[in-house]
């Protein structure tokens, strides 16, 4: 796959005059993130946001508020209704612990991936009221669920919606809506992720009703978790919630979590916004992909030392299984994509054999190789069930939008979505979308782009700088760790690596200086490897034996 490099623009004269405060790189790094001014760099690093962070500026909480507290005090039975993905079942966690430390009746519903798919279902809300359930929470989904908040309506259930998917065209008739994508809705921060909008109910709640046992604080490893597993921007509130809920996870204070960075091999006293989402989210994800999400959720709420660590042994089964489903899947998959027309500008594929709670890792890494949206799908008997992923060139909701007369459900965001459609009308809505991709993609220059900060000289690279990268923390989607690229350097020596020998070991040398580098899956460029090469990287410190020092994390070559 080809790429493109883009270096970011040199911050302004009045931005380094502004920022002459913070080291040279640091001021390059900080503009690059929309940071121009003393005071608004001083707050990101501070991971302080420019609102006050209130859930009660949120619409919709002043009517949820009353009924969840009337709900505690009448003893009614409450059930959280959440998702199968890592953030719905953080969310669903940490709704359940807040309402049982205020002494509610309640308890946890999340539906079965191939059972009942995504979101809201009649048939699981008529169960619920037959179990004298009088009060449903979502979370992490229901946003688009007109037709089966109506039925619980019908049914004599309260229910009240919160998400932070977009809203479609009609909003459904619940009691309340907390989603601050709504109309109407001016609380700032638009991009909180499911389980950031559960933690602002149960800062409200905690608010009205204080109790010894927990505090806001306490649920912030939950928040870290849900909102670095769903990419959810980390700027704004985001950042401070998850910059300091991964202080809370480093304090142990979750058994579940111990014993699952325990079978991840994560330090949990080091653990990162990058363990989040490389080790202890895919596992946490497994459940819900092979299995049952209840798996993850009770391993969350788990407070007993050998019964968190045998669950977290099944869930680390469960990912290496998820794993090599994934990789077949692939395979097929781009088989199936590449069948009809190998250059079309959308990748579809869907068999009766894919797993269904695999099928949007397929597509992720179909849209990765091949840098164009793709849709990936298991088909039933009456209808196909699809996930999508795409690139930032394509809002794969918008065109999905475009063809809602065809689909029995979908939703998502600008990256990734699904939807359901009749397996009479696949033809058809395939047409209608390499259409639109067709007409909003010809002449793009689809080659991945990838962004470095800024251009540097191997001799600006030490520890010290290390120490001022680390200000920048927690980076991830939408707060990127810092990317640097090095031209004209000297290959000293270079090998392949790894168990199949995919990745490349290299030392390079720019002048007098000399440093190592690790390039994963860059293997195969070995042997065509000139003596000058430019890297494009990440920089970090390697820790062996005792001894640490400095290497490239190297995330492209060009020669």
């Known amino acids: 796959m080809q790429t493109r490099w883009q270096i970011q623009p040199s911050l302004t004269p009045e931005a380094d005059q502004a920022l002459l405060k913070f080291p040279p790189v640091l001021r390059q790094l900080l503009f690059n993130r929309g940071y121009a001014t003393d005071t608004e760099a001083r707050a990101f690093l501070k991971a302080t946001p420019t609102h006050s962070m209130s859930p009660w500026e949120i619409k919709g909480m002043d009517i949820a508020i009353p009924r969840i507290l009337q709900a505690i005090d009448e003893n009614e039975k409450i059930i959280i209704y959440g998702d199968y993905d890592v953030d719905g079942v953080t969310s669903t966690a940490l709704l359940v612990q807040v309402l049982r430390a205020l002494n509610a009746n309640v308890g946890a519903y999340i539906p079965n991936r191939f059972d009942e798919g995504y979101g809201l279902n009649m048939d699981a809300l008529s169960q619920l009221s037959k179990e004298g359930v009088n009060l449903v929470i979502t979370v992490d989904c229901g946003i688009r669920s007109v037709d089966e908040v109506a039925h619980a309506r019908d049914l004599g259930l309260a229910l009240i919606i919160t998400d932070h998917h977009h809203p479609g065209d009609i909003l459904p008739p619940a009691l309340a809506i907390i989603n601050p994508k709504q109309k109407g809705d001016t609380y700032p921060e638009k991009y909180l992720a499911g389980v950031g909008i559960a933690y602002k109910i149960a800062q409200a709640l905690l608010e009205q009703r204080s109790t010894n046992e927990l505090t806001s604080e306490h649920l912030l490893d939950l928040v870290a978790l849900g909102t670095v597993a769903d990419l959810a921007p980390l700027e704004g509130e985001n950042h401070a919630l998850v910059r300091k809920g991964l202080r809370v996870i480093r304090n142990a204070q979750r058994q579940g979590l111990v014993s699952l960075a325990a079978v991840a091999s994560v330090n949990i006293q080091e653990v990162s916004a990058m363990n989040i989402g490389f080790s202890l989210g895919p596992r946490l994800n497994a459940a819900g992909r092979l299995d049952s999400a209840l798996a993850a959720y009770d391993l969350l709420m788990e407070t007993d030392f050998m019964k968190a660590g045998g669950m977290a042994q099944e869930l680390e089964i469960q990912n290496r299984e998820r794993q090599n489903i994934t990789r077949e899947m692939q395979k097929e998959a781009e088989k199936i994509a590449l069948a009809t027309d190998e250059d079309a500008f959308l990748l579809f594929a869907a068999s009766p054999e894919f797993n269904p709670g695999v099928v949007g890792l397929a597509a992720s890494r179909l849209m990765d190789t091949y840098y164009r949206p793709a849709v990936v799908g298991h088909v039933d008997e009456e209808t196909t069930v699809c996930s999508c992923r795409s690139i930032a060139e394509f809002h794969i909701t918008e065109a999905l939008d475009k063809c809602a007369d065809l689909l029995v459900r979908h939703g998502g965001h600008a990256a990734a979505a699904g939807f359901t459609v009749r397996n009479e009308n696949v033809g058809v809505l395939l047409k209608r979308l390499k259409e639109i991709a067709a007409e909003e993609l010809a002449g793009v220059d689809l080659r991945r782009v990838l962004v470095a900060d800024m251009e540097l000289a191997l001799d600006a690279l030490s520890f010290e700088m290390f120490e001022h990268l680390q200000y920048l923390e927690p980076t991830g989607y939408g707060n990127p760790q810092p990317v640097f690229v090095s031209r004209n350097l000297r290959v000293a020596s270079s090998r392949t690596v790894g168990k199949d020998q995919s990745h490349l070991k290299l030392t390079v040398m720019d002048g007098n ?47």
């Open 513 to 559: 200086s000399r440093l190592d580098g690790i390039a994963f899956r860059l293997g195969h460029l070995k042997p065509d490897l000139p003596a000058k090469i430019d890297l494009l990287y990440t920089f970090e410190v390697n820790e062996w034996q005792g001894r640490r020092s400095l290497q490239l994390n190297i995330k492209d070559i060009q020669f």
